[in-house]
Every structure is written in C-alpha cells, then in structure tokens.
C-alpha cells in the first residue's frame, strides 16, 4: 500500500545503482520531487518498485535507500528501531575491550544519515540529513538510545556546514538526554577527555582505535608523529618509545593533547612528548634537511581528495609526506602511513608509497594494512564506506 507517500522515479542509471546493492541516487538520475526528508517509495521507467527510501530535496544524494521493499510510514519507526538494535549488537560482538566506539555509521549500518558515537558514558548523536532531523525520527533514535544504553547521556553534535547544505536552520549543539556532555574515555588502555559542547570541542578519530594498538606493537626509538590532532597516535606511542614529537598545525588540538598527556602521566610511565605547532610540509622539510633520524614515524594528514578531480593533486601531497619521512627513517624503522580520503584508493595509495620508497632509495616491507576499526563497517556495494588506509611498514636496515 503507497497511501500518501510520494513515489519517485529513477532513470536507468539510478536503477541500476541500487539494483548494484548502492544505497544512493543522485538527483540528475531522478524525475520527480518529494518534500524534504520525506518517506519516498523508489521505482524504475517502468515502475517497478526498487524500494523505500529517505529524500533529502538539497543535498546532491537526493536518494538513500533504506529498504527494497516499499513500508508505510508507520512501518518506519519499527524498522529504524530494528536497524538500531542491529547496529548495536553488532558492536557488542566486535567491539570489545573499549569503552568508546562508533555505535551506528550512517550507510554503513543501513541508517543512511544517522551516526551515534559512544565516547564511554556519553553518547554523541549526528543527523546528517533532512530525513533524521525530522522529530519523529529524532524521537526514535533518543528512545532507542535510551532503551540500549540506560546509563549514557545523550548529546547532539552540530555540523553547521552539513545543515546548511541540507538547507536546515541552524542549531546549536546540545545536551538531549541526561546531565553529562564531557567525560573521559579510555582506547587501548589510553585515556582521552572529550567535551562535545564546550567551545573546544574533543573527540576523536574512533577508526583509527585498533590501528593505534597496531602501531605501538611495532613502534620503538624516537618516534614522530605529524597531524597528531590530540595525540592519537602520540599517546600510544609513548608508551613504547622513549620520546615523541608530536605535530600540528592547531594550537586548540594541541592544548587538548597536553591534557590527554596529563591523564595518562598519573598512571603509566611513558616517553617525554614534546607537542609541535608547526606546518607538517615545512617541518618534514627542516627536520630532513637538518638531518634528525627516528625509528618511528606515523603520517596522518587530514583528507587531501575531497573529489576524483583532486586526486592526482592530493598524491603528490602524500608522496612529498612520505618520501621525507622515509629520509629519515632510521635502518629497520616504522612507518605508519594513513590517508583517510576516500577518492584516494588503496592501489593508487600503495603505488604512491612504492613510488616515494624508490626515490628515497630505501625498500619497504609491509607489516599490516588496515582500514578503519571494525565498529565503522565497510559495506561492499556501497564503497564510500571504505575511506580509510593504514599501511604500517619497515624501512629495511
Ligand atoms: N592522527 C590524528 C588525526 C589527525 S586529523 C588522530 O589519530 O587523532 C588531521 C590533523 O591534521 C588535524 O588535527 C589538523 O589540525 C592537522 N593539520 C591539517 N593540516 C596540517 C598541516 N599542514 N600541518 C600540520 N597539521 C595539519
């Protein structure tokens, strides 16, 4: 039964799409238009049916797909309540021994725009999209928060950039659930604060929690890492190494990250860090040239691709980052080397990287090659979900 709910039509392209197993159509692949946020049953030219989905009448993705078969909106709030326990299992298997991890990725877990992170006893909810700022659907996600994680306060982090291109008034950040908007988490025994509403903002990269513990397996000497944000990588690689440098170019990132430092000193004994404001291209470039030496280096720069069009610049961004730092990696040292920009793809990654190696002159083993922590799930027919690439490698001595 359609009732009320608007059917869209899709081209051949947007059909076969998501006959492909992808969750998205983009709006030049589409006829028709529905109110923003809306319940849209999805059909081919020839209107057979392909599914049910959430309209966003702003965004490019006009289309994601929520279910191939056609619900009713009041089948809606049961199958979004049904998807959420899902998620939510699926960490309880997967994710153990931390107290943090992402609870629900967006298309990832079939709630296309939702994403909830657990950062310990506070929970942080994003609405990426019309259709999960709709009250209905807010309403659905706080009352299932509240049913799976009794405990946890509930807070809604803001993306001012992202409500703007879904043409949604503005809004601040906000306490929904409970008294809590700060508190401390732990990742592989390493102690973080977060803050989601103070103006300065924590928080962390969660995809990269199993790739920190895989880096301080290998790591040792003088370690340095650039593009430390909080100190991630640093704060696990004190542990193992005698001393960090720790680089950044944000000096709020940076004073966060001294306070991590601080958390962790009471307890374990660790290497000195010496936090580094600097730019990462500049610093790579003077400490090279001045000749220092480390035995551990990780690379993790923010997303140079943000399109297809700007790969082949963003490669030769990572290539300059990486033939630098394999200058002055001692014999037998570890790179730790990321990128994080989805357009940028593994094969295209590990040729940079051989490429880098040839010219510095020194060859590479592959130790690991990761992706993002298994609480940020890839699914194959939808590859945006793949973004993350962590190559931890030895320089031969
Ligand atoms: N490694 C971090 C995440 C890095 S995010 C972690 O595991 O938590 C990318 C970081 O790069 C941000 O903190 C940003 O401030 C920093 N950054 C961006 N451009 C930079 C540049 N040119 N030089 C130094 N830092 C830069």
Not at 36 to 44: I, M, N, T, W, Y
Not at 176 to 194: K, Y
Not at 240 to 267: F, G, I, K, Y
Request: net charge negative; hydrophobic share 40%; charged share 25%.
């Amino acid at each position: 039964m359609t009732g009320s709910i608007p059917v869209i039509t899709v081209n051949q392209r947007g059909a076969a799409r998501l006959r492909g197993g992808h969750v998205w159509v983009y709006r030049s692949d589409l006829a028709a238009e529905a109110p923003p946020g809306a319940l849209v049953h999805v059909r081919d030219e020839r209107r057979k049916r392909l599914g049910s989905a959430l309209y966003s009448s702003s965004s490019q993705i006009a289309i994601r797909l929520l279910s191939s078969e056609e619900i009713t909106e009041e089948a809606l709030p049961g199958l979004l309540r049904a998807r959420i326990a899902g998620a939510i299992e699926f960490r309880r298997q997967t994710a153990r021994d931390t107290d943090s991890y992402r609870v629900m990725f967006s298309e990832a877990d079939l709630l296309p725009g939702l994403i909830v992170d657990k950062y310990n006893d506070v929970l942080a909810m994003q609405a990426l999209t019309q259709a999960f700022d709709r009250d209905e659907l807010r309403q659905v996600v706080l009352d299932s928060l509240s049913e799976h994680f009794p405990d946890a306060s509930v807070l809604e982090r803001v993306d001012a950039h992202i409500r703007k291109l879904e043409e949604l008034p503005a809004r601040d950040s906000q306490l929904l659930r409970g008294e809590r908007s700060s508190t401390i988490f732990t990742l592989n025994g390493v102690r973080f604060h977060f803050d989601g509403l103070s103006g300065q903002k924590t928080g962390a990269f969660l995809d990269q929690r199993e790739n920190y513990a895989a880096a301080a397996r290998y790591a040792h000497g003088e370690a340095l890492d650039v593009f430390t944000y909080q100190g991630g990588f640093a704060l696990h690689l004190a542990r193992a190494c005698q001393s960090v440098t720790a680089v950044d170019s944000s000096r709020p990132a940076l004073e966060v990250a001294e306070q991590n430092e601080q958390l962790n000193r009471a307890q374990h004994s660790c290497g000195e860090i010496e936090w580094t404001e600097a730019n990462a291209f500049d610093l790579l470039k003077d400490y090279a040239t001045a000749g220092r030496q480390y035995g551990t280096i990780v690379l993790d720069p923010p997303a140079f691709a943000k399109t297809r069009r700007t790969v082949s610049t963003a490669l030769r961004g990572y290539k300059e980052l990486n033939l630098r730092a394999l200058k002055m990696l001692r014999p037998g040292g570890i790179l730790v080397t990321c990128s994080c920009s989805f357009h940028v793809s593994e094969a295209e990654f590990l040729e940079m990287l051989g490429a880098a190696a040839g010219d510095a002159g020194r060859r590479l083993r592959i130790l690991e090659k990761h992706g993002a922590a298994q609480d940020h799930p890839v699914l194959l027919n939808v590859p945006e979900t793949a973004y993350l690439k962590c190559v931890i490698c030895q320089a031969e001595s």
